[in-house]
């Protein structure tokens, strides 16, 4: 039971990860449709990013009052929410207002996985986990390719929140496993898991999130601007492989977390 319910485990993990490449392998054709400049995708993103630092931040309280699988679905359903949003936009500020679902889902999905796997499961099965976001991530770009091929760039979100959609009803179907699975070391860190106030206390933190803070920054920037860096400087390019880029930097971290 416990190695099936690792499989639903990495199964998020994947969900976690298809959401975050569309907007930058889909963005040179979202531009022009909604007529903005290039330089719009970074309010998209950084809405985005913003719900998800809120939610990340209440994860805790929402640790301790309800149980992970719970927090897990929510959290999909709330990305599907903001997939099937982003794919009948027809405004650039409609953008805006379902890329707060689609962070709210992020954010507490990751905390909650991630506090959940340290508590029941091997740091090397922790580091294994994020390979499967890098999977996710880079799936994903080539949805959104396949949609500029056949379709048009909506169809790359709504093919991914259907795919979604599958991940959210295994989840719902392996609700019974995390019950079998729950161990007494989580529901000891449920109780005294420490507060922020309490984490960045600790020897070394402030020096690691810094660290962390430039390495998701420098992450961002190549998975949101490089289709975009393709579209204007690469001339003779089909729209789907300028698309497919967006994938290059999470095979390359696929590829370190495995090497890890």
């Known amino acids: 039971m416990a190695s099936l319910l690792l499989g639903v485990i990495y199964l ?9 490449s569309l907007l930058g392998s889909g963005w040179p054709q979202m531009q022009a449709a909604f007529n903005v400049p290039s330089s ?10 913003f719900m998800t630092i809120i939610s990340a931040l209440l994860s805790p309280k929402l640790i301790q ?3 992970t699988s719970w927090i897990v679905i929510c959290s999909i359903l709330l990305t599907i929410v903001g997939l099937f949003g982003f794919s009948f936009c027809t405004e650039y500020w409609m953008l805006l207002i379902f890329a707060v679902p ?16 340290a508590s029941c499961y091997s740091g090397a099965v922790m580091n294994f986990l994020h390979c499967f976001y890098g999977l996710g991530a880079v799936i994903s770009p080539y949805i959104m390719a396949l949609a500029l091929k056949t379709a048009r760039w909506n169809e790359g979100y ?7 959609t599958g991940i959210l009803l295994v989840v719902l179907c392996s609700l019974p496993l995390w019950h079998q699975n729950e161990q007494p070391d989580e529901k000891q ?4 898991g420490a507060g922020i106030k309490e984490a960045i206390r600790q020897r070394g933190v402030i020096t690691t999130l810094l660290a962390f803070f430039a390495y998701c920054a420098g ?3 190549c998975f949101l601007w490089t289709p975009s860096y393709f579209a204007g400087m690469r001339n003779g390019l089909s729209e789907e492989t300028i698309a497919s880029f967006g994938s290059l930097i999470f095979g390359g971290l696929m590829l370190g977390r495995l090497l890890a």
């Open 102 to 117: 689609y962070g709210l889902g992020a954010g507490a999905i990751d905390a909650a996985m991630n506090h959940y796997v």
């Open 158 to 164: 709504r093919w991914t929140a259907f795919l979604q």
């Open 12 to 20: 998020i993990f994947v969900s976690l990860g298809l959401p975050d």
């Open 219 to 221: 992450e961002a920037t």
């Open 40 to 49: 719009y995708a970074g309010y998209v993103s950084m809405t985005i990013a």
């Open 65 to 67: 009052r309800f149980h």
């Open 189 to 192: 860190a449920k109780a005294a």
